[in-house]
């Protein structure tokens, strides 16, 4: 398949909180686009996981026509930066610089139902230039407003049995009206990146060494957050991780987990360098 036209990304898609603004895109093959981003803001790895999440709303709604008024329900987030670094460097890549322009090589796994994407899975290599910055994939539903109220009411419920937690807790959790925020517009429940960026936090307080950082996340969201509950987060060490030989070197792993009103909502695995 060739190359089609570059588009211009529309400004109602940007999300400035993410710390990103979408440049443009274009589709280079099938389920295959390139995106271009320009970095403002934000630490990493989570950066790399808000440029794939951008991105593919963006992919979302201009190549695959999702509407706008669908509701984006996230499943997993995954994002991790590479720990090679050339032979004559020390230490861990370097930092973005705010305004660089990066390219998003994104791919997607897509649920079709009467030719409509209602899921997708998308993942995507973030290069600055030649350079990997690193590489992230986020799992999405996409729900009507009917079928969201729907899931909604189910949700809140609160099916589903209570855990009883013994872990001792790393961090609490109590969102802000600005992380309930989305578009200037206040959503009825904890974003995923809230918590995905809270489950980075809680690592980094547990480990009590600035000197090894979060350098990647796997999670899924297991289940309804509400806005107005606190989230406690839970964390205990991993078994270690095969070295990986293409990566340059070990990591440590330590698992972190969301508890609210006795409920998981949120799971996964920290690396740090």
Known sequence: ???SEVHRAPADLDDPAAGFSLVSWESVGEHRFEVRARYEHGKQPL?????????????????????????????SVACVMPTSTPADAAGPPA??????????GLRLDPEMRRDQLVGARFRADVLNGS??????????????????RFVRRSAGDGG????????????????????????????????GMVLAG???????????????????LTGTFTGYAAPDEP??????????????????????TTEVWAVQSGRRVFEGVVLTS
């Open 95 to 104: 930092a973005l610089e705010p305004g660089v322009e990066l390219s998003l």
């Open 160 to 191: 589903g049995e209570e855990e009883r937690e013994t872990a001792a807790v790393s961090l609490e959790l109590k969102a802000t009206e600005e992380q309930l925020t989305f578009r200037g517009i206040t959503v009825d429940h904890i974003p």
């Open 231 to 252: 989230c406690y987060f839970h964390t205990r060490p991993a078994p270690e991780p095969e070295p990986d030989a293409s990566d340059g070197g070990q990591r440590s």
């Open 198 to 216: 809270a489950a980075l936090e809680a690592v980094a307080a547990e480990m009590h060494a600035p000197a090894r950082p979060p350098v990647g």
């Open 131 to 148: 350079s990997a910055v690193g590489r992230a994939e986020v799992d999405f539903a996409f729900l009507s407003p009917a079928v969201y």
């Open 47 to 75: 950066a790399l996981a808000h440029a794939v999440r951008q991105s593919a709303l963006l992919v979302a709604h201009e190549a695959y026509d999702v509407p706008r008024g669908h509701h984006c329900v996230f499943r």
């Open 1 to 3: 398949m060739t190359r």
